[in-house]
């Protein structure tokens, strides 16, 4: 299948700093990429939709102030958490589908463990 | 915002026995879709059913949707200590783009 790679694996960042979380599809290009957020022992949420060249849509209740996300080209959109709380620390994962298949299966990135100290 | 409902939320089983999981939705769909996720790791697509479906099989899973329920269960048969991890059901969203994630179960199997 698809690969989708997200980098990094893990950060620890101080409060009140921002980090930056990048998703690539390596080997298909995708209009829309997705980015979701876990907590730990319960689903995955989903966060915003990241479209190609345009702004990205947020679910309800996400800061899109605070969570600025960034979808440049057609492999790749970053995730910018900023001034990080301890709250923010979570597990992040995005997903992209292949636009050339039309496809319905979602492919995700290994995930990003944010810890905010 | 959560689509469905998984149960049992957790379930632990003995290497060879089946573990059945239940997932329910709420709005209609074109499919459905179930992922697995090993701790603290990305998700892996196990099988997706059409909503036209009524049973698909891959390997030792085995999925079935009954959309006049809204609900879908996925078996997996002979169960290993490897098949141990959570399992998700995910359904599109309104836009018909981002996927829609139940709470899960937590599979645990032991050898």
Redesign the interface.
Same mark, same amino acid.
Not at chain 2, 97 to 104: E, N, P, S, V, Y
């Given at each position: 299948g698809a690969v989708v790679s997200q980098h990094p694996s893990w950060v620890i960042c101080k409060s009140g700093t921002s980090v930056k979380i990048e998703c690539r599809s390596l080997d298909f290009q995708a209009t829309t990429m997705f980015w979701y957020r876990q907590f730990p022992k319960q689903s995955l949420m989903l966060m915003a939709t990241s479209n190609e060249g345009s702004k990205a849509t947020y679910e309800q209740g996400v800061e899109k102030d605070k969570f600025l996300i960034n979808h440049a080209s057609l492999t790749l959109s970053t995730l910018t958490v900023t001034s990080a709380h301890p709250e923010d620390s979570s597990f992040y994962i995005c997903s992209a589908r292949d636009r050339t298949i039309g496809g319905t299966e979602a492919f995700f990135g290994q995930g990003t463990r944010l810890t905010v100290v | 915002?959560?689509q469905g409902e998984e149960d049992p939320q957790a379930l632990s089983i003995q290497e060879g026995e089946n573990a059945t999981m239940n997932c329910s939705y709420k709005t209609s769909i074109?499919?459905l879709?179930w992922?697995r996720q090993n701790s #603290?790791? #990305?998700?892996?697509?196990l099988i997706?059913i059409r909503s036209n479906e009524r049973e698909k099989h891959s390997g030792r899973l085995r999925v079935t949707l009954d959309t006049s329920k809204k609900s879908s269960s996925l078996l997996i048969t002979a169960s290993r200590a490897a098949d141990t991890a959570s399992y *998700?059901c995910a359904t599109?969203?309104q %836009?018909g /783009? %981002?996927?829609? *994630? #139940?709470? #899960?179960t /937590?599979l645990s199997v032991s050898s």
């Open positions: - | 915002s959560q074109n499919n879709q992922y #603290g790791r #990305g998700l892996v697509h997706l *998700f599109g969203n %836009a /783009t %981002a996927l829609i *994630f #139940g709470k #899960g /937590t």
